[in-house]
């Protein structure tokens, strides 16, 4: 191996790794006894849910009846006879739901044997849940199921404002619902939408098409916007009373709509993503010095004379992570991850550090990076550019040929990096074998290889999903849009990632025991929905795939991605399985990475984009130097609105990729494509185009061979007279017919069925 001249003067891939993951699921392959342990604990939990089931359809049947005849008292005897109950079983469920709904107060018990719904105001505390223009659920901890609210009655309530709601005493179809009363705290007053201009008056019609009205501006509050524009409107004033519209005042104008800054800007908007930094914040960042002192250094590990390195993309600007490789007498490789010391320069009383909590994550939209620091700091003294001394925080590990663990050590670093590579500079050495570095990358590789496969013997999942990229012009125009391909060099470090990550939690989580463990940040995912998945096998069946809801799920999925493996229903089935499994979040709780099949995962090599690694970082050193336990509660609540600013930051890259795909296709109007049904709904089916994977919708209402009902059950559409059915997952050619900017959809028509399922 070469040695080092000691002569010197994006995102992160385990996120990538993980967030696939993460949607995907995991299941543990334990052999003997803890397997038919684990077994035995998903049947039992398979059945409670079951159970759980059949006792809230049975509550719902029973407080219907009582709905019916709200004023009347029946006795158990009548009751039973409503019910048509006759068996001794029977008899005893009625009971016992009885007395749940007299605990919960939906019922009196009168006179110790008459029962009469309880027609007295329940009053419920919720967040508003839009399912359309029409009607909302309030999701409340205060009742198990949820409560359906009709607009009329939402007191101009949006998606995730606070809101009490009387609940009506009656049910409608087994459902509950209610009028607002009061909405305790709305949680946005600005609102995106298009100026339509009157002669001097508009009205904004906001993007979010579940939203259920427009929004008034007068002649002042304008700001000089023209008709057909994106704006962000600021509601100032709402009505006393239903049927009016909210006042509201343009507050910033993007500019035409469809343009692409004023779309860009109007989703950033949208997601209540901020356009700049403070510029007491930005102050803040140029005056830390860039200088390291001696001092400094000799508190540091110093790894400047050891092979170091980073692999990111080529367009990269902020460098969080490298590798250091080096030989050991003993022949096995000591390898250190080196990641970005960024709370050596943000303290936790700066100004800094109260932006990136805020912000909690940086925002990757198709044209640009929305930051969690400021340049300053995450394109220069955090980034670990080539040529350069750097303060790290590392995880070191002492590895053999085969991956296997002997030692580990963290703690905070000094590095000098010797090369700045590219994913595909790295992946032309693992292919060839030549160019500087190669034998190193190459070493890199294969125990990255060895450390992947134990993995999967785990039970980790192994979904690649699939990532969208565009290439752009100058202006921004979409000018082609591909599928990113992942290379042995991006697994290589997603899996040095993964090993860091996982490790540091495991350090942390056994300092202590029980109760007495000490608080760390988490990144857990939770297990599948058994019926979730028991939906999704009913899918894969449709496909001739079989996957047993009822066994070891890792390998029951893992087995589908290797048949699924570049055929046409790949990412339909890969998106769906992605369904069924639960979300990945941050939490002081040790609960463990179903996707990863790690008993402990956190998150620690990506601090210049993720506020959570800043937390890990703080918390690791916190306990490096002995000190007690830090207050839980307060890291419990960032991890809260770490999560929630995740899937904000997700949902915002989402609406960006959607936005220039309809843009690309706008280009398109009249071709034709081979697409796969990705979805049925009663307006239409859902194809995507398998060449771009673009997803364009072709309307019932567009069909002229017959007359189409959606047969939700069996996810198809049937013709009433023809009988031709058109299903999920059919191959199909369409043809372009439109493409909406403004509301970011594409109309295709259905040319022929190709292949059906």
Known sequence: MRSKNTSKGGRDRDGRNERSSSRRGEASSKRGSSARGESERRESSRKEKSRDRERRSAKTIVLESFSNSPDTMFTMRQIYRRLGVVDKKGRETVSDI???LVHENKLLLIDGDKYQLNLRVNIITG?????????????????????????????????????????????????????????????RTELVGIMQLSKNFGFVVPDFKKLYFDVFVGERGLNGAENGDKVLVKIVEWPKEAGKNPTGEVTRVFGPAGEHEAEIHSIMAEFGLPFEFPESVEEEAEKISDKITAGEI??????????????????????DDALSIKKLENGNWEIGVHIADVTHYVHTRSLLEKEAFHRATSVYLVDRTIPMLPERLSNGLCSLRPNEEKLTFSAVFELDDNGKLYNEWFGRTIIYSDRRFAYEEAQERIETGEGDFAEEINILNSIAKKLQAKRFQNGAISFETVEVKFKLDENGKPLSVYVKERKDAHKLIEEFMLLANKKVAEYVYNLGKGKKRPTMVYRTHGSPDPDKLSTFSLFARKFGYKVDPEGDISKELNTLTEEIEGKPEQSVLQNLAIRTMAKAKYSTEPEGHFGLA????????????????????????????????????????????????????ADAERASIKYKQVEFMKDTIGNEYKGIVSGVTEWGIFVEIEENKCEGMVRLADLNDDYYDLDANNYRIIGRQNKRIISFGDEVMVRVKSANLADRTIDLELVETLKTH
């Open 298 to 319: 000799a508190k540091r590990r110093d790894f400047r004379d050891i092979t170091t390195f980073t692999i990111d993309p080529a367009d990269a600007k902020d460098f």
């Open 598 to 649: 790690f008993a402990h995962y956190s998150h620690f090599t990506s601090p210049i984009r993720r506020y959570p690694d800043m937390m890990s970082h703080r918390l690791l050193q916190h306990y490096l130097d002995g000190e007690k336990s830090a207050e839980k509660e307060d890291y419990e609540a960032r991890c809260q609105h770490s999560s929630e600013m995740e899937k904000r930051a």
């Open 127 to 187: 967040r508003v849940d839009l399912a359309n223009n029409k009607y909302a659920y309030i999701v409340s901890e205060d009742t198990e199921e949820d409560v359906r609210v009709f607009r009329e009655h939402l007191k101009y309530a949006m998606d995730g404002d606070l809101v009490k709601v009387e609940v009506l005493p009656t049910m409608v179809g087994g459902r509950a619902e209610g009028i607002v009363v009061e909405v305790l705290e709305r949680s």
């Open 98 to 100: 009885l007395k749940t």
